[in-house]
């Protein structure tokens, strides 16, 4: 294949002013919400840099659940700012336990915000949300949603759950560009970004947004747009929209049951069980006999597999086989067990891999996987 002319991309028209908002709307579509949302011309990270910053204030008390180093981060910027924070930390790579974070939320002090990440694609977890939505919201709470990595592959609707601020990207499971983000606010939420210590003339400003994009028509966004970004999310919406965002959910999860199947058929341990894994990336314990970094070298380079490591603490056995995106399809799929396979039986562990991608395909050809 001859290397693409990436000349291409230079000289881009401007991408029209008018089609800001009509992205805006489009995402909150996605994301299940009529609150506003806002357009971050930056990698999802920055997006949850901006809506802690924003947040933050000298006596405002944050419940921050934390799951992988992203969690960690929220933290540390509300912290940064002033706030009490509470970090409740589940097991190494683990969901965190619903009773966990209701003990934590009676023990107080009464707080003003709670912060948690829906799927991690670190460790391939899925917390709890919709039950501990439901704790905050019967409490009067704020949430913020970390949602980059679930919005597309699993079921989010943030008005329906009472998320007030929820963070996405559309680089993950909707598989479009890395440099662009969104966030949603609510009305309780803007309320509490109302603070005198709130920044200003700053990139990391929510309420610039508000007073800069949303109070003045939402006609153009203030600074310089980056074409590419923008027509490639347009683009990405386009082909999720076409597909249905019910039916990139479906893929997911059905790429996730067929890896798993496949991992257990290759005789390896999952790290969590099927309730608490995520539908972005699957994950399991190397056997105690293969090093990690060996097998991730001999897994490496293989045809059509994506395998890397797990992220941040107690993830260090782990492997991750990758079925994000595009990547969720049964082609992906098996080229992963297959890779994992031959990995494990170069550093001389044996696999039957025949049967681990046997038991993919049976997956596959059952009936729709039941709704996680
Ligand atoms: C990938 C990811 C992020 C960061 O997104 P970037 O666009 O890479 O900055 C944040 N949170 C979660 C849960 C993620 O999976």
Do not use: C
């Not at 008018?18 to 994301?31: K, P, Q």
């Not at 790429?255 to 496949?262: E, H, I, K, L, V």
């Not at 699957?282 to 060996?294: F, K, Q, R, Y």
Request: charged share 20%.
């Amino acid at each position: 294949m001859p290397a693409p002319d990436y000349a291409l991309l230079l000289d881009p028209p401007a991408f029209p002013a008018e089609r800001y908002a009509v992205l805006a709307d489009r995402l909150a579509g996605l994301m299940g919400t009529k609150n506003n949302v806002l357009l971050i011309q930056a990698e999802a990270v920055l997006a949850l840099e901006a809506a802690a910053t924003s947040l933050a204030r000298p006596g405002l008390r944050a419940l921050n659940i934390v799951t992988s180093p992203y969690g960690a981060w929220f933290g540390g910027w509300l912290e940064r700012g002033g706030a009490t924070v509470r970090n409740l930390t589940a097991s190494p790579a683990k969901p965190i336990a619903l009773h966990e974070v209701e003990r934590a939320l009676d023990e107080g002090p009464g707080f003003d915000l709670l912060v948690i990440v829906h799927a991690e694609s670190a460790s391939g977890i899925l917390n709890p949300l919709p039950a501990i939505a439901t704790l905050a919201k019967d409490r009067g709470i704020v949430t913020v949603v970390d949602a980059v990595a679930s919005i597309g592959g699993h079921t989010f609707e943030a008005d329906r759950l009472g998320i007030d601020i929820a963070v996405i990207g559309p680089q993950k499971a909707l598989a479009g560009p890395a440099g662009v983000s969104a966030i949603s606010v609510s009305q309780k939420a803007w309320e509490l970004l109302s603070h005198g210590a709130a920044p200003e003339n700053s990139m990391l400003s929510l309420l610039d947004q508000k007073k800069l994009w949303l109070e003045t028509g939402r006609s153009a966004l203030p600074g310089t747009p980056a074409p590419l970004e923008f027509f490639a999310l347009e683009a990405a919406l386009d082909r999720i929209e076409a597909e249905g965002l019910a039916s990139t959910n479906e893929r997911h999860k059905r790429a996730a049951f067929a890896t798993r199947a496949g991992i257990r058929a290759l005789g390896i341990g999952a790290w969590v069980e099927e309730a608490h894994a995520s539908a972005l990336v699957s994950t399991a314990i190397l056997p105690d006999t293969v090093e990690t970094g060996a097998f991730l070298a001999a897994a490496a380079g293989q045809q059509g597999a994506d395998i890397s490591g797990g992220v941040g603490p107690g993830a260090e056995r782990l492997i991750r086989l990758n079925h994000t995106g595009r990547r969720a399809n049964p082609d992906a799929v098996k080229a992963n067990i297959a890779a994992v396979s031959s990995a494990l039986k170069s550093l001389g562990h044996a696999t039957d891999s025949d049967s681990a991608l046997e038991a993919v395909e049976r997956s596959y050809s059952e009936a729709p996987a039941r709704r996680l």
